[in-house]
């Protein structure tokens, strides 16, 4: 069958737009500029197999898994235990570009004294515990929002074309299970649970509206493997002690992993 010329002219044109775009998709897929920031739940303190025993950088932390998995155009491994919002402004962004395609971090634990409260809530008595964690709630209340909306202002100048994926913190204990768990009280346990949960909404909220930013809670993700469940993404108190209350290497590929992938 002889094809007329309308019809070649078309498939010209057809083959032309197909080879232009899909070559531009894949080089855009294939151009991945990986950089983790953010505090000990990003870095991996308590996954052990530390690539770095300064900021407690782990080869089992869902970031370098992920690295690990998908094979980046290029990965910097930021994250550091211990960091606050300020810590990464001055030691983290650093590493962040106009090339920059993906970010991922975990942060405002420690701008409102999570170890504190923990040490607090472990060594101290109930009504000890109650005032260190009202106070941590009342920074989250007060202080937090303003420190992570700047820090995520500065993010978006120096990696103007990434997308940013802000994870939050599990929520420690299955209070379903408490009666037959040993370890902190009910008290306890339970302003620790609603501490982290307002500590999600305040990071959730702060993410809200910002273009090409997007917060995903692992509150889900370690259901059925908190404290008190049987078996356990959560580091209860534990040696050393800067791993208590941090993800077990389990805690970072069953659940950190798989929410980050979500969302990508």
Known sequence: MRSSPLLSALLVTLSTLAATFGFATTAHAATVNYVALGDSYS??????????????RSSKAYA???????????????????????????AQLGALSSSTTLVSITVGGNDVGFADVM????????????????????????????????????IRTAAPNAKIVVLGYPVFYNLALDSGC?????????????????L????STAVSGRANFVFKSVVS????????????????????????????????SGAYLPAFKSVL
């Open 43 to 56: 870095s991996g303190t308590g996954a052990a197999s530390y690539v770095d025993s300064t900021c407690q």
């Open 64 to 90: 370098y898994l992920w690295y690990q998995q998908t094979s980046p155009t290029s990965f910097s491994f930021q994250a550091c235990s211990g960091a606050t919002t300020a810590t990464v402004t001055s």
């Open 119 to 154: 040490t607090d809530c472990v060594l101290g008595t109930t009504a000890t515990c109650t005032t260190s964690v009202n106070t941590a709630k009342g920074l989250i209340s007060s202080t937090l929002p303003g420190r992570l909306g700047t820090l995520y202002g500065k």
């Open 182 to 198: 040993i370890g902190l009280n009910t008290t306890k346990r339970t302003i620790l649970n609603q501490a982290a949960v307002q």
């Open 200 to 203: 999600n909404s305040a990071v």
């Open 221 to 252: 993700a370690f259901s059925g493997h908190q404290l008190c469940d049987s078996t356990q993404w959560i580091h209860a108190l534990a040696w050393p002690l800067g791993s208590s209350y941090h993800p077990t290497a389990a805690g970072h």
